[in-house]
C-alpha cells in the first residue's frame, strides 16, 4: 500500500493523505538554522544545537504522536480547519504534501478555500521562512481570518521541559504590530540577563490581531485542535508574562471568487553583541535592527519567491556530482535524489535531532560523523574538509575519542566520555576518503589540537598515527583489539556487567580489564590500516608505511588464526575469554559485522589450492543461509532470548528488534561491498533493493517509516512486526549505502590517482550512464553491462583502450569520456 509517489521531475515525495502510518518527515535548512516538519506540519525549529538553541517547542512521546508545530488556522464564516489537517482534525476536500530538497509544500483545501504552505530555510538565511497562499475557489465573496501559531522554547531544550519553576516565570515578548516590514512577535526570554540572542515571528503585512500567550490563545482545558482564539475568530491581544509564549498573528484577506493572497511568515534567530543588545538606556527594549534587516528581505513575495529560487539552484548545484541514468527509476531517485540528500541531512545533523532523538540526549558523533563523511565529502569537500579537523580536535592525546561532541561549542561531551575503542580507526577512513576525493594533501600539516587544547597542537597526520597506534598499543591475549565499552555495536558490552536498572551500559565499567577483543575492530583495522599506510607513504614517509603493513598482517594473521569458527568469522571474546558469534553457543551463532568487515579488507578471498570456496565466500554464504530475509540482513542470528550480563545491552532488546537480531541497516551495505569485492553482483544487488526504501514503497503499511530515506532499523525474522522500520533519517546507513551504491554497485569512485570504473551490479541493470565530477573534472561514463560474476570491465577512454579499471584524473575543466563493457 502507497500513500503518495515519488515526483522525480520535481525531485519530491508527494504525500495525498493524512493518514500515513506514522509522520513523514523533512528537514529544512543546510548551513546553521534547520527545522523538522512533517507532513502534518509538526516538528521544531532550532539554530545550530538543537539542544542548547531551540527556538520552538516540540513534545515527544504525546497522543497524538506528532503534537506541536508550526499551525495556520482558518476561520472561515465559522468554519475552523487547518490545512495541514492537524491539530483540528476537520476533513479536507483536497490535502497534499510535497516534502522537497530543503523545503515542504503542504496544501489543504475546504468549503471553497484553499491554502498552500510552502516552508523552506533560505541558503545563508537564520530563519524559517513560510510563504501562505490563500485562494478562493467559491464563487461567492470570502473574508477568512487565518492565526499563525508557534510555541517558542526556552532555548535549552532539556531544561525546557523540566525546570518549570524558575521556567513558568520568565517568559517574556516584545510585540510590533507597526513594524517598517509588517507585524512581529519578538521571543526574548532570559535576554535581559545573560543571553545575546532572540527570535522573530513575523508576517509581512499589518497583522489584524495577535496573541503571545499560550493559555489565551489555547483556552483553559483546550488542546491545540480546540484552539479558542481562531474558534472565536479575533485574536485576544494577550501579552506573555511568564508561562508560555507563543507567537501568533492574525491576517483577514478579501478574496473575490478566484483571488488569491501570499504572506510571508518568518520564524528567525537573531544575535546582538553586549554592546548593542537594547534600544533604549534603560534596558527595555530589543535593538531589533538586526531583525528588520533579515524581515526586509522577505518583505515581497518576490523576494520571497527568489530565496526559493536560490534554494533550488543550491540543491541542483550540489547534486549535480554524481548522477546516474539507467533502466530502474527506483535506482535512479535513490541515488540521484534522496540518498545523497538524506547524507547531507546526516552531515548536519549527525544523530542528534530526529522524530527519534530529541536533540538533548546525543551531540555531533566522533564515529558516526566521520563515516557519514563517506557520503557527503563529493558533495561539499571544503565542508568536509573543516568537519575533519573539528572532529581531530576532539580526539584525546592517546588516540581515543569523546564519543560525541556538541556541535555549538565543537567540545567533546563529557557525559558520554570515551572508551568506545573502534571510534580512532575511523578517522583515518574520513581522511581517506577526503584526499582520494581533492588530493589535499596539505591537509596532513593542518595544526589540531587534542581534546581542543591549543598547547597541544600537532599535524593532522600525527592524529592519524595516534589513532592507528591506540590499535596496536591495546591488543587482548589473542593478538586482537581490546573493546574498550564497545565497538561499532555500542550495545555489546563486554566489560560492564549491569544489574542496576537505568544503568547506562555506555558509560558504566565494572569488570576493565585487558581480556574482551573485537573482530570487528580487528577487521576495521586491516581495511583502515592499509589505508593509513598508502597515507603515510603519499606523505612522504615510506618506512613509517613499511611499519605500518607489518601491523596490518599481524592482524590480519590473527583474525584468520583465532576469529574463524569454521563457517563464519567470530564477533568477538569476552571479558571471561569466550567466544562470541559462535556455531557452540545456542544463540547470537553468526554476527553480521565481522562477515562484512573482513570481506571489504580482503581478509580470507584467496582460494585454496584445491579450488575450494575461500573462507570470505564461505561467511558471506553463511550470511545468505542465515542472515538473510525478504526485509534486509539480520544483525545476528538466533536472536538472545534471555538478558546475558556478559555480553550487555543487546542482549535486553526484545527477540528481533533493534541491535538483537533485528535489521540494522547501517551494516548491510559492508555485505552489499562484501559480495561486490568476491564478484557476486546480482547478489550484492539483491540485497541493496531488499532495504532501499524506494523498492520498500509499495510496502509502506509494513515498512511504516518514510519510503524515501532510509531507516536506521527493521524489525528482523524473530520480531513480532517483522518489515516494520523505526529511526528514520539519522543513520549511518544513508553514508554507507551511497557509498555501496555509488561506489561498488555501479562502480565509480575515486581512488588516489584516477577515478575506478569497475560496476558489479548483475544483470538486472543492463545499461547505464554515470555523470562523475571530481577535482573539477566531468567524466561521462556509459556502462553496457552483461552482469556476469566476476566480470570485470573493459575501458575504453575518449576512444582509446586502457589497460585495467582506473581512469587518471585530467585537469580541472576537462570532459573525459568513458565507455565500459563488462
Known amino acids: ?129 513560510a510563504r501562505v497562499t490563500v485562494t478562493n475557489t467559491s464563487d461567492a465573496v470570502k473574508t477568512p481570518a487565518l492565526f499563525s501559531f508557534v510555541e517558542f522554547a526556552l532555548w535549552n531544550a532539556q531544561d525546557d521541559q523540566t525546570n518549570y519553576q524558575r521556567n513558568l516565570s520568565i517568559g517574556e515578548v516584545e ?49 491545540l485542535g480546540e484552539a479558542a482564539v ?11 508574562s511568564g508561562w508560555y509564549p507563543i507567537g501568533s498573528l492574525c491576517v483577514r484577506p478579501t478574496l473575490a471568487p478566484g483571488e488569491s493572497a501570499t504572506y510571508t511568515f518568518v520564524l528567525g534567530y537573531l544575535e546582538n553583541p553586549d554592546d548593542a543588545k537594547w534600544a533604549d538606556d534603560a534596558h527595555q527594549v530589543v535593538n531589533k535592527a538586526r531583525a528588520h534587516a533579515l524581515l526586509a528581505r522577505f518583505a515581497s513575495t518576490e523576494q520571497t519567491d527568489a530565496a526559493f529560487a536560490d534554494l533550488q539552484r543550491y540543491w541542483t548545484g550540489l547534486l549535480s556530482t554524481y548522477s546516474v541514468s539507467s533502466t530502474d527509476p527506483r535506482l535512479d531517485r535513490m541515488v540521484n535524489i534522496w540518498n545523497q540528500y538524506q547524507c547531507m541531512v546526516t552531515f548536519n545533523m549527525s544523530r542528534s535531532a530526529s522524530y527519534f532523538e530529541t ?11 566521520t563515516q557519514d563523511l563517506l557520503g557527503f565529502v563529493h558533495l561539499i569537500p571544503e565542508r568536509a574538509r573543516e568537519r575533519i579537523l573539528d572532529i581531530a580536535a576532539t580526539q584525546l592525546p592517546d588516540g581515543s575519542a569523546y564519543h560525541q561532541y556538541q556541535p555549538l561549542t565543537k567540545r567533546g561531551n563529557h557525559d558520554l566520555g570515551s572508551g568506545f575503542n573502534d571510534d580512532p ?35 593532522l597526520f600525527e592524529h592519524l598515527t595516534r589513532s592507528f597506534r ?41 569488570q576493565a580489564g585487558g581480556v574482551a577483543e573485537s573482530l570487528f575492530i580487528a577487521t576495521q583495522f586491516v581495511l583502515y590500516g592499509e589505508q593509513y599506510a598508502q597515507i603515510a607513504e603519499r606523505h612522504g614517509l615510506a618506512d613509517v608505511a613499511a611499519a605500518a603493513r607489518e601491523d596490518v598482517q599481524r592482524m590480519r594473521d590473527a583474525v584468520l588464526e583465532h576469529g574463524w569458527d569454521g563457517r563464519w568469522f567470530l564477533r568477538a571474546y569476552d571479558y571471561y575469554g569466550h567466544k562470541v558469534g559462535t556455531d557452540e553457543d545456542s544463540e547470537g551463532k553468526i554476527w553480521i559485522e565481522p562477515q562484512g568487515f573482513a570481506v571489504m579488507a580482503g581478509i580470507g ?50 527477540p528481533g528488534y533493534k541491535e538483537n537480531g533485528g535489521i540494522f541497516c547501517h551494516n548491510n551495505p559492508w555485505v552489499i561491498i562484501g559480495e561486490t569485492v568476491l564478484g557476486h553482483g546480482a547478489r550484492a544487488f539483491d540485497y541493496y533493493r531488499r532495504i532501499a526504501p524506494a ?65 558489479r551490479i548483475g544483470p538486472d541493470v543492463p545499461e547505464f550512464r554515470v555523470r562523475r565530477v571530481i577535482r573539477g573534472a566531468t567524466y561521462e561514463i556509459t556502462v553496457h553491462n552483461t552482469g556476469a560474476d566476476g566480470a570485470t570491465a573493459r575501458l575504453t577512454v575518449d576512444g582509446s583502450p586502457v589497460e585495467g579499471t582506473t581512469v587518471p584524473y585530467a585537469p580541472a575543466g576537462s570532459v573525459v569520456r568513458v565507455a565500459a563493457v563488462v
Open 1 to 129: 500500500m502507497r500513500y503518495g509517489h515519488f515526483d522525480d521531475e520535481t525531485r519530491e515525495y508527494v504525500i495525498t493523505t493524512p493518514h500515513t502510518p506514522a509522520p513523514w518527515i523533512n528537514y529544512l535548512g543546510s548551513q546553521n538554522f534547520f527545522s523538522l516538519i512533517s507532513h502534518l506540519g509538526g516538528g521544531y525549529s532550532f539554530y545550530r544545537d538543537a539542544r542548547m538553541r531551540r527556538l520552538t517547542r516540540y513534545r515527544y512521546n504525546n497522543i497524538p504522536s506528532d503534537a506541536g508545530g508550526r499551525y495556520f488556522y482558518v476561520h472561515d464564516g465559522g468554519d475552523v480547519w487547518t490545512p495541514t489537517w492537524l491539530p483540528v482534525k476537520a476533513d479536507l476536500d483536497h490535502f497534499e504534501t510535497r516534502h522537497g530538497l530543503g523545503y515542504t509544500r503542504i496544501t489543504g483545501e475546504r468549503g471553497g478555500l484553499r491554502v498552500e504552505q510552502l516552508h523552506f530555510v533560505p541558503v545563508d538565511t537564520d530563519a524559517e521562512v
Open 175 to 223: 510585540v510590533e504590530q507597526d513594524g517598517p516590514y509588517g507585524s512581529a512577535v519578538y521571543h526574548r526570554t532570559e535576554y535581559r540577563e545573560r543571553r545575546d540572542h532572540f527570535a522573530v515571528h513575523a508576517v509581512n503585512a499589518r497583522a489584524e490581531g495577535f496573541d503571545t500567550d499560550r493559555d489565551t490563545f489555547v483556552g483553559p482545558y483546550n488542546g
Open 230 to 240: 481562531p474558534h472565536a475568530g479575533t485574536s485576544a491581544g494577550s501579552v506573555a
Open 359 to 369: 536533540g538533548i540526549g546525543r551531540g555531533m558523533g566522533f564515529r558516526d560523523s
Open 425 to 459: 580507526m575511523w578517522l583515518v577512513a574520513g581522511v581517506a576518503a577526503y584526499l582520494k576525493e581533492t588530493g589535499d594533501l596539505a591537509i596532513l600539516d593542518e595544526q589540531v589540537p587534542f581534546d581542543n587544547d591549543d598547547a597541544l597542537a600537532a599535524p
Open 470 to 510: 591506540f590499535v596496536t598499543e591495546n591488543l587482548g591475549p589473542h593478538g586482537l583489539p581490546l573493546i574498550g565499552r564497545a565497538d561499532w555495536n555500542d550495545c555489546l558490552n563486554l566489560n560492564c556487567f549491569s544489574t542496576e536498572p537505568g544503568e547506562s551500559f555506555q558509560t558504566t565499567e565494572n
Open 605 to 654: 578471498t584467496d582460494r585454496p589450492a584445491d579450488g575450494g570456496p575461500s573462507v570470505a565466500e564461505t561467511a558471506l554464504e553463511s550470511v545468505h543461509e542465515l542472515l538473510a530475509t525478504p526485509h534486509g540482513l539480520v544483525l545476528q542470528h538466533p536472536a538472545y532470548t534471555t538478558y546475558r550480563i556478559e555480553l550487555g545491552e543487546v542482549s535486553t532488546y526484545p
Open 695 to 759: 523498492y520498500r514503497e509499495e510496502i509502506s503499511e509494513v515498512h511504516r517509516q518514510e519510503p524515501y530515506v532510509y531507516a536506521q532499523m527493521i524489525a528482523g525474522k524473530e520480531a513480532v512486526r517483522h518489515g516494520e522500520a523505526k529511526n528514520s533519517w539519522l543513520t549511518g546507513t544513508a553514508a554507507w549505502n551511497f557509498v555501496a551504491v555509488s561506489q561498488h554497485l555501479l562502480g565509480i569512485r575515486p581512488d588516489w590517482d584516477g577515478l575506478v570504473v569497475d560496476p
